[in-house]
């Protein structure tokens, strides 16, 4: 159990356009959705933390009119990168905690990413 | 900030001896840990943890081992199979929620 399911895989936009990525989890309700962009190389970086029914907690540095998260239900969060530029270009993956999961020391559960490329 | 260094990015092992993964960290409020391992185009999957009261936390293969005062964990792998390689994550959490992940360390183990 505890499945995460994102979509899309890869997605390739125009610059100046949006797009939408979900997170799902398919067989939990997740109290807790976590956004991570990866540059490559580097380490998964925490976007944003989205709890069901309240409006997510942006990191310092994530620009929160830019990338929207919604998280409308227990097992759907959305990001939506607004008026996407190239430098938006990354790799997107989403990760849930399951409810009742105590939150700081229970493994995440991840999606398989979303490769965006801006062109 | 780099809280969480992996700073081998890749390692290879020969089939059968001992992957060894290390992971460095900064922050004294971290006190929980763990390992996952990625495969290409899936997601990371959580592999094994272990708490800051622990130094060494075993499963089947896999062993992980935390140095508190070195701040420094490692993940043993023996014995190293091919299907072990993966891109392994190191990742520190605290009780404020905050968790950092380290950058990877890309294991190929050869037949």
């Known amino acids: 159990g505890a499945v995460v399911s994102q979509h899309p895989s890869r997605v390739i936009c125009k610059s100046g356009t949006s797009v939408k990525i979900e997170c799902r989890s398919l067989?939990?309700?997740?109290?807790?959705m976590f956004w991570y962009r990866q540059f490559p190389k580097q380490s998964l970086m925490l976007m944003a933390t989205s709890n069901e029914g309240s409006k997510a907690t942006y990191e310092q540095g994530v620009e929160k009119d830019k990338f929207l998260i919604n998280h409308a239900s227990l097992t759907l969060s959305t990001l939506t990168v607004t008026s996407a530029h190239p430098e938006d270009s990354s790799f997107y993956i989403c990760?849930?905690?399951?409810?009742?999961?105590?939150?700081?020391?229970?493994?995440?559960?991840f999606g398989n990413g979303t490769r965006l490329t801006v062109t | 900030d780099q809280q969480v260094k992996q700073n081998s990015p890749s390692l290879s092992v020969q089939e059968g001896r001992i992957s060894i993964l290390n992971c460095d960290y900064t922050?004294?409020?971290?006190?929980?840990f763990l390992w996952y391992k990625k495969y290409p185009a899936e997601g990371p999957t959580f592999l094994i943890s272990i708490s800051s009261i622990k130094d060494k936390n075993e499963d089947g293969r896999f062993t992980v081992f935390l140095n508190k005062s070195a701040k420094h964990l490692s993940l043993h792998i023996v014995p190293s199979q091919p299907g072990d390689s993966a891109v392994y994550f190191c990742?520190?959490?605290?009780?404020?929620?905050?968790?950092?992940f380290g950058a990877g360390t890309r294991l190929t183990v050869k037949p």
């Open positions: 922050n004294s409020m971290f006190d929980y």
């Open positions: 067989d939990f309700q997740a109290t807790t």
């Open positions: 990760s849930a905690s399951r409810l009742g999961d105590p939150s700081y020391n229970s493994p995440l559960h």
């Open positions: 990742a520190a959490s605290a009780r404020n929620n905050d968790m950092r």
